[in-house]
C-alpha cells in the first residue's frame, strides 16, 4: 500500500512516502479500514520534531525539527517511539476486514477512529494509546485498528469532513466534559481559530456557554460564525479587554507568556483546563493566585467512556459542522503541515490518500 513512513523524529526528511508498505493484517478484535481521508493535526508535528520531549522548552512552531529533542522521550507517552511509524491521528474510511471475534457485519461500514484509545492501554488509571503515535495511524492506504475503537457513522457529511473530527473534536469535547462546563458560564477558549479551539467554540456553545474566544484579528469573522458570542484579540492584554474574575472556565490551547493573566480573569473558584501549549509548555505560576481564587487547574489526555461516542451523535443530529479549510494529496504531506504550521486560516488541513486498487 501507500503510505508516510516516519523513520525517526526530526524534519521533513524523516517522513518517506512509499508506495511498498505491507497491508497491515487485522489482529483479533481488529477491523481493517480502508482510509478514505485523514486530518493533520499539532501532534503530527510535534511528534515528528520530537517536541514533546522535556528538553523541548519553546513554542510548537518548528516544522523542520527541534535539535535538543531527546528521542528518549519524543512521544506522548514519554517513551522512545517505535520506527518506522505511520502516523495520522485522524481517520474515516470503511471496513473492508476484520479479525477474529469481530462480527462480519462490520465490512462495509463507514467508520470514523477514536484517537486516544483504551483499547490495548491496559488496566492503569489514565493509560491510553495514541493513533498515529503508539499505534500506526491513517497516513496510507490501510490502517488496523480495536473494533471497540472504530464508530460507524450515517450522516451527509463527505469523507474529508469526517476526517477532520476524530483528535481535534475530541480533545475539545473531553476538555469541556472534564471542567463540567454547562449552560450560561461563560468561557474563555484560546488558539480558537485552530482544529481544537474551533472546535471547542462550537462544542462550548452547543452547551449553552458564553464563549469568548482568543484569535488573531484576521480570523475574529470566522471564529464568530462558529457561534462564538466575543472575540478577544490574541495580542491583547486578556485581563484589561475582559477584566479580573469575569471568567467561570478557561479552556487553553496555547500556554506561553501570557498564561498568568488566564488565571487572573478567572473568577474565584474557577476552573482551569488545558489540552495544549502550542505558545510555549513552560509557564510561570503565583501559587497564591491559585489558592487565594481557589481555583481548579486541569489537563486532559485520557478521553472517558462516551466522550467520543458524543461527538458522533452530534454528527448525525446535525448539532456540529465541520469545518475544513483546504484538502491535500498524501503525497504533498510536507506542504500540508508547511501550511498548518503558518496558521492563517480557521478549522483543519485534510490529507486524502490515494484510492486503493481492488484485490
Not at 480558537?192 to 474551533?198: D, L
Request: glycine share 12%; aromatic share 6%.
Amino acid at each position: 500500500m501507500t503510505a508516510v513512513l516516519l523513520t525517526h523524529h526530526g524534519g521533513f526528511d524523516a517522513l518517506d512516502y512509499r508506495d511498498d508498505v505491507p497491508v497491515p493484517r487485522p489482529a483479533a478484535g481488529q477491523v481493517l479500514i480502508e482510509v478514505a481521508a485523514a486530518g493533520i493535526n499539532n501532534t503530527d508535528i510535534n511528534t515528528r520534531v520530537g517536541w514533546y520531549s522535556k528538553t523541548v522548552r519553546d513554542a510548537t512552531t518548528d516544522t523542520d525539527g527541534v535539535p535538543e529533542a531527546d528521542a528518549d522521550d519524543g512521544g506522548w507517552s514519554g517513551t522512545p517511539l517505535d520506527f518506522p511509524r505511520i502516523q495520522g491521528a485522524d481517520v474515516c474510511g470503511r471496513v473492508v476486514q476484520v479479525g477474529q471475534g469481530v462480527s462480519g457485519e462490520r465490512l462495509g461500514e463507514r467508520v470514523i477512529v477514536a484517537t486516544m484509545q483504551r483499547a490495548g492501554a491496559g488496566d492503569l488509571a489514565f493509560a491510553t494509546v495514541t493513533l498515529g503515535s503508539e499505534m500506526d495511524g491513517g497516513f496510507a492506504q490501510y490502517v488496523a485498528t480495536e473494533s471497540s475503537e472504530t464508530h460507524a457513522i450515517e450522516c451527509d457529511w463527505t469523507d474529508v469532513e469526517l476526517a477532520s473530527i476524530p483528535c481535534a473534536s475530541s480533545t475539545a469535547e473531553n476538555m469541556l466534559h472534564r471542567a463540567g462546563v454547562g449552560p450560561g458560564e461563560r468561557v474563555l477558549i484560546t488558539g480558537a481559530s485552530g482544529g481544537v479551539g474551533s472546535a471547542a467554540v462550537q462544542l462550548a456553545t452547543r452547551r449553552g456557554a458564553h464563549v469568548i474566544a482568543v484569535a488573531g484579528l484576521a480570523k475574529h469573522a470566522g471564529v464568530l460564525s462558529l457561534g462564538a458570542a466575543e472575540v478577544a484579540d490574541r495580542d491583547a492584554d486578556i485581563e484589561r479587554t475582559l477584566g479580573a474574575g469575569t471568567i467561570d472556565v478557561v479552556v487553553d490551547l496555547v500556554g506561553g507568556v501570557q498564561w498568568p493573566r488566564l488565571l487572573d480573569v478567572l473568577r474565584r473558584g474557577g476552573r482551569y483546563i488545558t489540552s495544549g501549549a502550542i505558545a510555549g509548555p513552560i509557564v510561570e505560576l503565583d501559587l497564591r493566585t491559585l489558592y487565594l481564587k481557589d481555583l481548579t487547574l486541569l489537563g486532559a489526555t485520557y478521553q472517558e467512556p462516551g466522550v467520543f461516542e458524543s461527538l458522533v451523535g452530534y454528527i448525525e443530529r446535525g448539532e456540529i459542522r465541520p469545518l475544513v479549510h483546504a484538502t491535500y494529496p498524501l503525497s504533498e504531506i510536507e506542504q500540508a503541515q508547511r501550511d498548518f504550521a503558518a496558521k492563517d486560516f480557521v478549522g483543519k488541513l485534510v490529507l486524502v490518500p490515494p484510492a486503493a486498487l481492488p484485490d
